[in-house]
């Protein structure tokens, strides 16, 4: 019995090394359509580290343009098929609008349970190669206000602990099961 089930908790180890750091690190993105003079969704709620697309899915050549002085991201003008990326890093709540239409709004909202009020963390702007104008800001949305941690990634990395954990205690029963009845 003692040869069936050291390979077995080996083998467990194994899955449960190779795949619960894997389950965390999912990429976060969010998809924003802009369609019909609007943003849809119109407001965002995110984990820190998510990237925000926004796709001009309309027929008429649009912008997402930080409502922030600071210009923390801007999309510059995207035309119907376009798209473009911004991963937003630093907790806070993000206003943009469409600089072509400016009642077109909605805001970002990034939660986690860090937050500066000094504004050092540096927020990643990515264009798709149709998009231009885009440049590294230090976002100062929301400073000094604490938001709740969402939770978020690190409950896909338990499930995937406890499903490991779960799977190999079911295999364990199985060859005691079967042991017993030789």
């Not at 619960?20 to 369609?35: E, L, Y």
């Not at 912008?63 to 119907?80: H, K, Y």
């Not at 798709?128 to 100062?140: D, F, K, L, V």
Request: charged share 10%; proline share 6%.
């Amino acid at each position: 019995m003692r040869k069936t089930i050291l390979p077995l908790v080996a083998l467990s180890l194994v899955a449960l090394l190779l795949f619960a750091p894997t389950a965390g690190a999912q990429s976060k993105t969010v998809t924003v359509n802009i369609k019909n003079f609007a943003f849809t969704p119109a407001n965002t709620t995110v984990a820190p580290g998510t990237t925000v697309t926004w796709v001009n899915n309309d027929q008429t050549a649009h912008t997402a343009t930080a409502t922030d002085p600071s210009g923390v991201f801007d999309s510059g003008e995207l035309q119907p098929g376009q798209s473009y990326s911004f991963t937003f890093d630093k907790p806070g709540t993000y206003a943009y609008h469409c600089e072509i239409h400016p009642d077109m709004t909605g805001t970002v909202t990034v939660s986690g349970a860090s937050t500066s009020a000094s504004g050092s963390s540096m927020a990643s702007p990515t264009a798709s190669a149709s998009a231009s104008g885009s440049s590294m800001a230090s976002p100062t949305a929301g400073a000094g206000t604490q938001l709740p941690s969402s939770g978020g990634s690190s409950l896909v990395g338990l499930a995937a602990v406890l499903a490991l954990v779960a799977s190999g205690s079911i295999a364990l029963v199985l060859v005691l099961v079967r042991r017993a009845a030789s």
